[in-house]
């Protein structure tokens, strides 16, 4: 990599990234974002939210021609506020209102508008926003009246009002749940050193786990602010272009303080969730579910509770498995050699440039017969397989298949990580 091109890589901005992803989805005959939140390779539908998003988004680049469009965007899409006061999911649906949260998730869109951009906006589009975003509020006021929201939008339902937040448990919150807090603390005017679970040397989230996206976990805005903020935008993964950066147009750079700066980092959730992330060409991920997991320094044991009877089912009683992902940089060893079987014992490695790691099956509780399989497959966690990609496989699973046992059993899986030295 040139200095050039990592002098333009300190320079992109995450409203940057969502103006470029509003673009390419953008119709030059309606004006609009066409995307459908489900399936991106449709382009027939036109979703209100992101559309505000992308408007803001405009307005936030500060030129001319951006924020004419921006407000031409805005004035067509106030139209499709139906009698409730709330905006449909998708313009199709009007006067249909699916989503309660809606209402909530623009409101900060004109609040944005109205505090920074006040002096472009011009009387009449000032004022419309407004009727619009008191109807909004006064529907979301109702809808708190029949039901209470959950903390993290009954914060966001507070600081639209311009009302103190109350005290929130932040230690379960997903990607997508800090980046709509983090909306909500820009919202409320608050500026705190916040403690989000981020490695800026992966250059990615560590908390709760995202999906997988083919064979990296799927970005999160929180993770593209965040990367703007540490002032490192080296990741393809975060560059690359992807439909959820149009909600980068709601954030702003924060102070964090990062949960560790290490090239790899284990974690584990309260759930049983395992997942080991370390880096090469792209982000690598190792990914489990557990019945116990323990760290010790650069080793980690998981353990698999089998308390019930097996029972043949059509998955083959792969009832101890691990995923990693499949890249042309990854290779995986067992006793040190190419094989698609290993038993209880048997030491598997897997191997990338810089890293490797050893896996080690053991029964430690209880009677059984045991084989282990290593093929390709897929996480639970992975969403994208379906359509064209119905068949792909962008994992490698390590998988203890079950022949005959009796309950209870306990596997222990022990991992140990090794930083391989440049040479």
Known sequence: ??????????????????????????????????????????????????????????????TGDAVLEGKSLIERLLAFQAPCGNFPIYLHDFPKCWDPLNPLKIAPVFLLLIRHFDAVLGVELKDKIESSLNHLLGLAQKRRLEKSYAPLWENRFLACMGMSLVDIDSSLFSAIDWSEWVTTLTIAERSEKLSIPYNPTLESFIGMPPLQEKGEPRPSPIEWILAESSQKFSSQRL?????????????????????????????????GTFRLLWKGSSLHSLAAQASQIKFTGNQAELFFDLSEEMAVCRDDLFEASLYCDFSSETQVFVDHRKATLFQLGSLITIQTPGFSLGIRFELIQGEGDFCGHLYRGNRPSQPVCKGPRLYEAYDWKIGLRTLRRKAPCQIRVTLVRNREKDD
């Open 239 to 271: 560059l690359r272009d992807h439909p959820d950066q149009i909600y980068c147009a709601m954030l702003y750079p924060v102070l964090f303080a990062p949960s560790s700066t290490e090239p790899d980092s284990f974690y584990c959730g309260a759930d």
């Open 1 to 62: 990599m040139t200095c050039v091109e990592e002098a333009l890589k300190k320079q992109v901005r995450a409203v940057d990234l969502a103006v470029a992803a509003g673009r390419k989805r953008q119709s030059p005959r309606t004006g609009f974002i066409h995307l459908f939140l489900n399936d991106e390779t449709a382009s027939d539908t036109i979703p209100i939210y992101e559309n505000f998003c992308f408007a803001l988004a405009l307005f936030r680049l500060k």
